[in-house]
């Protein structure tokens, strides 16, 4: 759509959903563009969700961005799914169509891949192998993300080994599930390194991940923002790795979205990067 001085509704659709960095970051573009609109926080519980989805084109909403518990279970609810979103099996956008028919998306992976760009403008999928530790739902964005970028080996690296081979499964490619005990051998030759675990994030213990065998021209992304330097992430520069953390997979996540919505595609300024890290 195009920029339109009509009032705009968007938000977060989640259970909880107060922690949302999204709000913040949303209307700081509204205000920018000097568009009319909110973006508010939505929060609905599992058993009000078909209610919930309900409301947003009886409302007025032009869509909403979806989180935890919700990514999955709004699936059957939508009218129409987005190739990249059925194939990852989650929506993370919502975009109300003229008719009131809700259109699903998932920006989530591309989103991450485009902050490794930001970081490094050279980075290439093919460059070499990837490696990818998790195979929730972080992980699977990712993965899909990357196989359609074009890796040419990606090594899914899980505490559970089972649910790498599902994932693997699920998601056709290029994809080697790598045993957890053999996790430090599978850096070796490695050009980008993902963590896509909670290990690392505010509260929770560090990654267990030796990095020795890890190229030090590798580039190594965490999904996680906070805090914004993980201690994989501090390790990884310390040994003279470029490191990216998950702010620019958040920030980048929601650029197609905010278009969407209210018809203009927003920038990532350090303006915008500083109102966020307040947030933290």
């Given at each position: 759509?195009?920029?339109?001085?009509?009032?705009?509704?968007?938000?977060?659709?989640?259970?909880?959903?107060?922690?949302?960095?999204?709000?913040?970051?949303?209307?700081?573009?509204?205000?920018?563009?000097?568009?009319?609109?909110?973006?508010?926080?939505?929060?609905?519980?599992?058993?009000?969700?078909?209610?919930?989805?309900?409301?947003?084109?009886?409302?007025?909403?032009?869509?909403?961005?979806?989180?935890?518990?919700?990514?999955?279970?709004?699936?059957?609810l939508i009218d129409h799914i987005d190739?990249?979103?059925?194939?990852?099996?989650?929506?993370?956008?919502?975009?109300?169509?003229?008719?009131?028919?809700?259109?699903?998306?998932?920006?989530?992976?591309?989103?991450?891949?485009?902050?490794?760009?930001?970081?490094?403008?050279?980075?290439?999928?093919?460059?070499?192998?990837?490696?990818?530790?998790?195979?929730?739902?972080?992980?699977?964005?990712?993965?899909?993300?990357?196989?359609?970028?074009?890796?040419?080996?990606?090594?899914?690296?899980?505490?559970?080994?089972?649910?790498?081979?599902?994932?693997?499964?699920?998601?056709?490619?290029?994809?080697?599930?790598?045993?957890?005990?053999?996790?430090?051998?599978?850096?070796?030759?490695?050009?980008?390194?993902?963590?896509?675990?909670?290990?690392?994030?505010?509260?929770?213990?560090?990654?267990?991940?030796?990095?020795?065998?890890?190229?030090?021209?590798?580039?190594?992304?965490?999904?996680?923002?906070?805090?914004?330097?993980?201690?994989?992430?501090?390790?990884?520069?310390?040994?003279?790795?470029?490191?990216?953390?998950?702010?620019?997979?958040?920030?980048?996540?929601?650029?197609?979205?905010?278009?969407?919505?209210?018809?203009?595609?927003?920038?990532?300024?350090?303006?915008?990067?500083?109102?966020?890290?307040?947030?933290?």
């Open positions: 759509m195009s920029a339109t001085k009509t009032f705009g509704l968007a938000g977060i659709l989640g259970w909880p959903v107060a922690h949302s960095r999204s709000p913040a970051m949303h209307n700081y573009w509204l205000a920018e563009h000097g568009l009319p609109g909110s973006y508010v926080l939505l929060p609905a519980p599992p058993e009000r969700l078909p209610a919930a989805l309900a409301g947003l084109p009886a409302l007025g909403f032009r869509g909403c961005n979806v989180t935890t518990p919700h990514k999955q279970a709004v699936m059957p190739p990249m979103a059925a194939r990852i099996g989650a929506v993370n956008m919502i975009v109300v169509e003229p008719d009131g028919s809700l259109r699903g998306f998932n920006t989530d992976g591309n989103g991450f891949v485009q902050g490794l760009r930001d970081a490094k403008p050279d980075w290439r999928a093919d460059e070499g192998p990837i490696a990818i530790v998790g195979a929730g739902g972080a992980a699977r964005s990712i993965l899909a993300a990357m196989i359609e970028a074009g890796a040419r080996e990606i090594r899914l690296v899980n505490r559970t080994h089972e649910k790498a081979l599902r994932l693997a499964a699920d998601l056709p490619g290029p994809v080697v599930p790598v045993r957890w005990e053999e996790r430090a051998e599978a850096l070796r030759g490695v050009a980008t390194l993902v963590n896509a675990t909670t290990q690392g994030s505010a509260g929770k213990p560090a990654l267990d991940l030796a990095l020795d065998a890890l190229p030090r021209d590798a580039i190594v992304g965490d999904a996680i923002y906070v805090p914004p330097e993980t201690p994989l992430l501090a390790a990884a520069r310390a040994r003279g790795n470029r490191t990216v953390n998950g702010l620019g997979m958040l920030l980048n996540q929601a650029r197609p979205a905010f278009h969407a919505w209210f018809g203009v595609m927003p920038s990532i300024t350090p303006g915008l990067k500083r109102a966020i890290e307040a947030t933290f």
